[in-house]
């Protein structure tokens, strides 16, 4: 066997070394992002449950806030009630941001079923 052939087979070995890590890193970052972010892969529907059913705006009692941002200090922008659904399009720890007819902003996860799975 001459030099010349082993170089030729040591880089084709390499070049398909390399292919595969390549394909394996590319795999493994599609099912990281699909983990960290499952509500943006699909279309998710929520819906509201668990509330209070006295309605009482000074205690923040029978609906679910929704806010500008994901936090319970941040503006309330809207107010859901149980059984409302609404559209997921992504989550911060425990916050959906959701949004509906002719609103979105961010709404904690505990009072909503969802369909993401």
Not at 5 to 23: E, I, M
Not at 25 to 47: D, H, N, R
Not at 83 to 89: H, Q, S
Request: some cysteine; aromatic content about 10%.
């Amino acid at each position: 066997m001459s030099l010349k052939s082993v170089f030729a087979n040591k880089s084709a070995s390499l070049a398909k070394a390399a292919l595969s890590a390549a394909a394996f890193v590319t795999v493994a970052a599609t099912l990281q992002i699909g983990i960290a972010t499952p509500v943006q892969a699909q279309y998710c529907e929520g819906t509201v449950h668990g509330l209070s059913r006295s309605y009482n705006l000074a205690r923040g009692t029978g609906f679910l806030a929704v806010r500008a941002g994901p936090s319970a200090s941040a503006p309330m922008v809207h107010q859901l009630f149980t059984g409302d659904t609404v559209e997921i399009t992504d989550r911060r720890g425990n916050w959906y941001f959701v949004g509906g007819d002719g609103f979105e902003g961010w709404a904690h996860r505990n009072w909503m079923s969802n369909s993401c799975g």
